[in-house]
């Protein structure tokens, strides 16, 4: 009887883990590994329209999302399979004179990726006085805590504009092998009328 509620105990406990690491592996309740259809679904469920639905590699966008106070862009993107391993979210480009804007969304961000995944690796690593590298994301904070995960918050600079970025990536998916057996359906021509 012992050996039985041991194992009851140890399932319990596996599933309770389960359940835990579900919490991190979304988007809006878009899991990660999703398919490119059922990303497209989800995001007509909450009401958006997403751009790039297309071809395959590109990205599905929502060109005006509101991550709670903030209206960003949000692109999923896919990997060789195409599933969904990683989103993007960035806020409009700003001058320079309002470049506090940026750090400001940055730490709004910050603020959002922490209650979802932990506690970040440090204290915001950049500041409107540090020189920023053009192009390139300049990490203001990361998230190590979920071990499948890459989360970072960052700013970056193109072309004298200021934006803040939030990336979170799965791990596992983005470095997943082409399936060998999987081909691009052509798109069976409609015999139906369209009427």
Request: include cysteine.
């Amino acid at each position: 009887m012992q050996r039985f509620g041991f194992i009851v105990a140890i399932l319990t406990l596996l599933l309770s883990i389960e359940v835990c690491a579900q919490r991190y592996n979304d988007f809006a309740g878009i899991p990660f590994g999703a398919s490119r259809e059922t990303v497209i679904e989800e995001v007509m469920k909450l009401g958006y329209e997403p751009y790039g639905q297309r071809g395959k590699g590109e990205r599905v966008v929502i060109p005006v999302y509101m991550f709670g106070e903030l209206p960003v862009q949000v692109d999923f993107i896919f990997n060789k399979n195409d599933k969904f391993y990683s989103f993007e979210i960035r806020t409009g480009r700003v001058e320079r004179n309002r470049l506090f804007k940026s750090f400001e969304a940055a730490d709004y961000m910050s603020r959002q990726f922490t209650l979802k995944y932990g506690k970040p690796s440090g204290p915001p690593s950049i500041t409107e006085e540090s020189p920023l590298k053009e192009k390139v994301l300049n990490l203001y904070q990361q998230w190590f805590a979920v071990k499948v995960l890459n989360a970072a918050t960052a700013i970056v600079q193109k072309n004298d504009r200021y934006f803040a970025v939030g990336t979170v990536t799965h791990r596992t998916l983005a470095t997943e092998k082409r399936i060998k057996n999987q081909k691009s359906k052509p798109k069976a021509a409609n015999t139906r009328p369209v009427f």
